[in-house]
């Protein structure tokens, strides 16, 4: 199955906004609301940051904001943070197309805070 | 607070097999989805197979499909992977995860290794 498409690298300086973006079909993202994001730090389990495009589950700061236009989906981080230094995943619901079916995450976002 | 912790991992040869395990607590386990997902050594994240809270619906991606199987035992509050014709490719950090509503992944646990190597 491929993945939905991620830039590999950002990087921001503290205080400033960024956008990381996640390209799929209109098999997965252009189709559903199911857009889910989380942020990796190494060594540490992955935590859920946005569900259902732009939804926040409890405790995950308002700097952290999603939306979806098309077949992109973006996760915008304001007042960037040191601690905001981690890996960034999209995943989405997928309808079969062909022998493809299932659910699927983006390739994965490295971002640095310089 | 809900805590998933896995094990089972290990060091397994080509072809070997090898059966994941997953403690659930903290939540009602038996009305929840359950996912696992890995992540192989500087790779991303990947998904590997979901089960619905009563077994009835289970999905796979296509690389597993055939060779891994998920289950549950809602009276154990427990849930596995039996992974067999294991191949090089299935090394990874293999992580389980309650689901929530629209396929979200809601909490996980801390992962364990699976080394796939003669």
């Known amino acids: 199955q491929s993945a939905l498409t991620q830039p590999a690298s950002v990087s921001g300086s503290p205080g400033q906004s960024l956008t990381i973006s996640c390209t799929g079909t209109n098999s997965d993202i252009g189709d559903y609301n199911f857009v889910s994001w989380y942020q990796h730090h190494p060594g540490k389990a992955p935590k859920l940051i946005i569900y259902e495009v732009n939804y926040r589950p409890s405790g995950v700061s308002n700097r952290f904001s999603g939306s979806k236009s098309g077949n992109t989906a973006s996760l915008t981080i304001s007042g960037l943070q040191a601690e905001d230094e981690a890996s960034y995943y999209c995943f989405s619901y997928r309808s079969a197309t062909g022998l493809v079916s299932g659910l699927v995450f983006g390739g994965g976002t490295k971002l640095t805070v310089l | 607070q809900v805590q998933l912790v896995e094990s089972g991992g290990g060091v397994v040869q080509p072809g070997g097999s090898l059966r994941l395990s997953c403690a659930a607590s903290?939540?009602?386990?038996?009305?929840?989805?359950l996912h696992w997902v890995r992540q192989a050594p500087g790779k991303g994240l990947e998904w590997v197979a979901f089960?619905?809270?009563?077994?009835?619906?289970?999905n796979y991606t296509n690389s597993v499909k055939g060779r891994f199987t998920i289950s549950r035992d809602n009276s154990m509050n427990t849930l596995y992977l039996q992974m067999n014709r294991l191949g090089p490719d299935d090394t990874a950090v293999y992580y389980c995860v309650k689901g929530r509503a629209a396929w979200g992944l809601e909490y996980w646990g801390q992962g364990t290794l699976v080394t796939v190597s003669s």
């Open positions: 089960i619905g809270h009563d077994e009835n619906y289970r």
């Open positions: 903290g939540f009602i386990f038996k009305t929840y989805g």
